[in-house]
């Protein structure tokens, strides 16, 4: 599968791109991307067809700082869940640390390292894009980001030493230079922000160390699952998405990041379909809530049908039995622990 992103990456540029006398839906569809993707919080979109968006537009616009213009608008927030995480570090070191460790869960396409050397420290970039042969304005929108997510715990007077990038400089890097507020170098051995090691001991003023561990917990629980194969990200969706009984294989696959033709292909490769996947998710759903002895209404609705009669027909032709049937057969095969707790104090 494709390096994914988040599609919150998409904000902001709509706005842009029309500043620049663009159509951003147009442009968005060139590259095979639909920017509705920013309603849905769980969407994923291929970072290779961000990055071609982006550049696709600096040329139409015939603007050499398009990818940091974009970076103004970015804050803490849109990292989502990493920069909860980040916020609730205890300073500046830390919240890098976890930045650059959860950093894939936000977008697969980057890696982020924290060096110290000495009284230096590196915020180091990698761009993952094989096949892109040019991906400046993501690159530049990426490393705009951080600095700008620094500068907001460190305050808008702090200033880096130096930026690097490794692609070749604009016609003119005054933009860059203004946006930075330092020497900018390219055409260098790697993309990265060079700093004071001194500023990494900087508190973080809103910290809260519990909030912190329960942050880092369930971001751990979300990154087991991001080498999962192409068919259990499938079923971790349809989970999350079948009680809203919005489960529809388009919006499945919108929050894989591909098209529906690529997902049942994925599906296909692991000998499964999406409605085999959906079936069998619907299945282990209800047997676990009807034996928690939900009522079977709140059951039908949670595994996405309309009403109980559209339920128990399901049900039955997938256990050749009632939801009620099935509940006293589970009743019978439970021990008698009452029973033998009787005759043990006997």
């Avoid at 951003?24 to 969407?43: F, K």
């Avoid at 001194?198 to 160390?209: E, H, R, W």
């Avoid at 085999?276 to 209404?297: F, H, K, N, Q, T």
Wanted: charged residues 25%; aromatic residues 8%.
């Amino acid at each position: 599968m494709p390096y994914l992103v988040r599609s919150q990456v998409l904000t902001g540029y709509a706005t842009l791109a029309r500043a620049f006398g663009l159509a951003p839906e147009l442009m968005a569809r060139s590259v095979g991307l639909d920017l509705s993707a920013l309603a849905d919080l769980d969407a994923r979109i291929p970072a290779k067809a961000f990055a071609e968006l982006l550049e696709r537009s600096a040329e139409a616009a015939n603007a050499q700082d398009f990818g940091l213009r974009l970076a103004e608008s970015r804050g803490l927030g849109i990292l989502g869940p990493v920069g909860i995480v980040m916020r609730e570090e205890a300073d500046l070191r830390s919240a890098l640390q976890s930045l650059a460790r959860y950093l894939p869960i936000h977008n697969e396409a980057l890696g982020l390292e924290l060096d110290e050397d000495g009284r230096m420290a590196i915020l180091r970039l990698e761009v993952r894009l094989p096949g892109l042969p040019e991906a400046r304005h993501f690159t530049e929108l990426s490393l705009g980001a951080f600095f700008r997510i620094v500068s907001r715990f460190l305050g808008v007077q702090w200033k880096p030493s130096h930026v690097c990038f490794e692609h070749a400089a604009p016609a003119d890097p005054s933009a860059h230079r203004r946006f930075f507020g330092c020497r900018v170098e390219f055409q260098h051995e790697f993309n990265g922000v060079i700093f004071n090691s001194k500023d990494l001991d900087a508190p973080i003023s809103m910290s809260d160390a519990m909030l912190a561990r329960y942050a880092h917990r369930y971001l751990d629980a979300i990154a087991q699952h991001r080498d999962a194969s192409p068919s259990d990200k499938v079923r971790e969706l349809v989970r999350l998405w079948l009680p809203s009984g919005s489960c529809r294989a388009s919006k499945v696959a919108r929050g894989l990041g591909v098209d529906r033709r690529s997902m049942h292909r994925y599906l296909s490769q692991a000998g499964e379909s999406f409605s085999l996947v959906v079936s069998e998710i619907r299945a282990e759903m209800a047997c676990r809530m009807l034996g928690g002895r939900r009522p079977v209404s709140e059951v039908a609705e949670l595994v996405g049908f309309s009403g109980p009669a559209a339920f128990s027909r399901w049900f039955k032709q997938t256990f050749d039995c009632s939801p009620s049937q099935w509940r006293e057969i589970q009743e019978d095969r439970r021990p008698q622990y009452r029973k033998r707790s009787g005759r043990a104090g006997a």
